[in-house]
């Protein structure tokens, strides 16, 4: 028992109320409030990333045909809804759906692909902790070898329930956008089913919200929109209970486990951060700052073909692609998503899943669609989470011009051709045969709940309690301030993707600026929508495609909490039927200031890494000039970066130093 404690106790036992005891209630009192109400922000901010990992989830079984436990993550009374497929309600009706879907069967023939990649979350937590709503965007690469290929695209508009102390899907809704043939893609056909999966079953209830499928348009009712905010009836939050007074060794217990849990929380983010990292260097053959990541007994391993052992061989690995730092006539693009990260109970070792999707090419030689899963561990060495272990599956890798219909290929072109230091230990899980790739964690809802951080060690005093209440509530902070601007990055994904110019430009505080495509920089809230203005009219047209995706962020929040920033990828599918079609790489490095406690853009800055016509793709690709600046629509300052897109190649500064190094 600390001194200050054996003072009170003293004093309350001979009867004495003392300004000193009084002082000591009061303060117990507040310190007792104040930890009360960082549990419950620590409770909230576990909750957002629960639902991610069970959306993340929820596409790796569906990848695989796995119906009972994509069924399993629904609650009771949880409905679905696909398409214009109409809504399907109950855990048992949710089940018969999917194998309906699924043509009576679970899993995947040989040679199927079914990619359903869950990206750009924007998830909003009900008053109550126990309801939640989440947009996510659903990019899918289906298909049978030796049949047929589509691409498809489309939102979904989901709600969460907490069943039973476990987030749960209560209804998921997946809006169409287009479903087009690899062959000649979403200019030259509408969509291949009409919106339409089942048509064995007749639903429960007809489609909640009736649209047209590509080539007519239409907004999706996004649950973040403003002119939606008054559809949504939220439950009542639960009247607060009055916080005990907190004092003696029950204060440093709950401090203690509330600083594992927050810590917890900020470890998973890191890492999140740290896989998203070794992407974009890997990206533009920044081969010492990738392998710098890992631990020094570090292992990488391709299911099949072999492991490499130790940083220094990882990083002779990755070289063997290329020579250090080559951008010209080199496009490797392998995106990092779908992150479903575990921190283990220490906080010292975790686990993550990953999905790959990459778009290789060499200028003139060859141009290579690729799909896989990683398997990766981590620890933390020195304070550092570093990337311990990468197992890598290739699921799928074609010619761009053949398609995954046509043609799967043994192995990427671009993948280093460095004799392995030992055989691998893994079977290959490509869609050619049924292979899954293991998962390091049980089902969400029905198999082992997710660990629990233990508690840090605490100061002995209460003095130095409350220095450590402080340190936690900034620790806190900043895990939410960047979970909520990866909301705010994604919505605006959201608004440019349907053209909602009136919308996006209320994303930005009244002196910031936006810089697309080296058009130059419009400086100011007026000068941000006239830019908009660039990219077509207010509202999508009937025939016209602009999904635009974001989505690998890195981000990093000032110490001051006021501002931050954050790099991510930008892929858009863009076209008009009957015209053109085009596929848009880049990326983004944004800024962004707190204004009145709300995170807004001070800086949108995008800068494109090729576009490249649907019928062209990447291996015969001309060099082209960024759209630069329109004359009648002039910037209010010249462009602040000048860049050249593939075949010849950029890169743009980070705004981060290497994790590891700090280099």
């Known amino acids: 028992m600390s001194a200050r404690a054996i003072l009170l106790a003293a004093m309350l036992t001979v009867g004495l109320t003392s300004p000193v005891a009084a002082e000591i209630i009061a303060d117990d009192a507040a310190l007792g409030a104040k930890v009360a109400q960082l549990e419950s922000r620590a409770t909230r901010l576990h909750d957002t990333l629960a639902i991610k990992r069970l959306q993340r989830t929820y596409g790796y079984y569906f990848d695989k045909g796995l119906w009972d436990e994509v069924a399993s993550l629904f609650s009771r009374d949880g409905s679905i809804e696909m398409g214009l497929d109409g809504v399907f309600w109950g855990r048992e009706r949710v089940r018969a759906y999917l194998y309906a879907y699924g043509k009576g069967h679970k899993g995947l023939k040989p040679g199927q692909l079914n990619e359903h990649f869950q990206l750009m979350p924007v998830i909003t937590l009900g008053p109550d902790g126990r309801s939640a709503r989440g947009t996510w965007r659903d990019v899918i690469l289906v298909g049978q070898k030796g049949k047929d290929a589509v691409w498809g695209e489309g939102p979904f508009e989901n709600e969460y329930v907490k069943e039973d102390g476990v987030w749960k899907i209560k209804a998921l809704h997946w809006f169409q956008t287009v479903y087009s043939p690899y062959e000649g893609g979403w200019t030259n056909h509408a969509d291949v089913n009409g919106g339409r999966f089942v048509t064995t079953m007749q639903p429960d209830a007809p489609t909640t919200f009736p649209y047209r499928v590509w080539p007519r348009a239409y907004t999706p009712p996004f649950h973040f929109r403003p002119v939606n905010a008054a559809k949504i009836a939220w439950p009542a939050a639960p009247a607060a209970a009055r916080p005990a007074p907190l004092g003696g060794k029950a204060a440093q217990q709950r401090v203690a486990q509330l600083a594992g849990d927050v810590q917890q929380a900020a470890d998973q983010l890191e890492i999140e951060n740290l896989q998203r990292i070794y992407g974009f260097y890997t990206d533009k053959s920044q081969w010492s700052q990738a392998a710098a990541l890992f631990t020094p007994d570090a292992e990488l391993e391709i299911a099949g073909r072999g492991i490499w052992r130790g940083a220094s061989r990882i990083k002779e690995w990755l070289g063997a692609v290329g020579p250090e730092g080559q951008l010209q006539d080199l496009l490797n693009d392998t995106m990092q998503l779908q992150g479903v990260v575990h921190v283990g109970a220490d906080g010292k070792q975790a686990q993550g899943r990953w999905h790959w ?307």
């Open 357 to 663: 999707f990459a778009q290789h090419a060499r200028a003139g030689q060859f141009a290579e669609w690729g799909t896989g899963v990683q398997e990766n561990e981590y620890r933390k060495v020195d304070g550092v989470w570093r990337i311990h272990r990468i197992r890598l599956y290739p699921t799928m890798t074609t010619p761009f011009e053949a398609g995954w219909h046509k043609l799967a290929l043994p192995k990427p072109t671009l993948e280093p051709q460095l004799k392995p230091d030992a055989p691998s230990r893994l079977k290959p899980a490509t869609y050619e045969d049924t292979n899954i790739v293991p998962f390091h964690y049980a089902h969400p809802v029905v198999g082992q709940r997710f660990v629990r951080a233990s508690p840090l060690p605490m100061p002995p005093d209460t003095g130095s309690l409350n220095l450590q209440v402080k340190r936690i509530e900034a620790q806190l902070a900043k895990a939410e301030d960047m979970t909520a601007i990866e909301n705010l990055q994604m919505t605006y994904g959201y608004y440019l993707a349907t053209l909602l110019w009136d919308d996006l430009t209320d994303l930005f505080a009244d002196n910031g600026t936006i810089e697309i495509a080296m058009r130059g920089v419009y400086v100011g809230k007026p000068a941000v929508r006239r830019n908009l203005n660039l990219y077509g009219q207010a509202g999508l047209d009937d025939g016209v495609l602009h999904n635009h995706m974001q989505y690998q962020p890195v981000v990093s929040v000032a110490e001051d909490g006021k501002h931050a920033k954050l790099r991510s990828r930008a892929l858009s599918m863009m076209g008009n039927f009957g015209k053109s079609g085009m596929w848009m790489g880049g990326l983004y490095e944004n800024e962004f200031i707190k204004v009145d406690g709300q995170w807004k853009f001070i800086k949108d800055q995008q800068m494109n890494t090729y576009f490249a016509p649907y019928d062209v793709g990447w291996k015969e690709l001309k060099l082209r000039p960024p759209p630069g600046i329109t004359d009648s629509n002039p910037p209010d300052r010249p462009p602040s970066f000048h860049f050249d897109m593939y075949p010849k190649g950029f890169l743009p500064a980070y705004h981060y130093a290497n994790p590891v190094t700090g280099k």
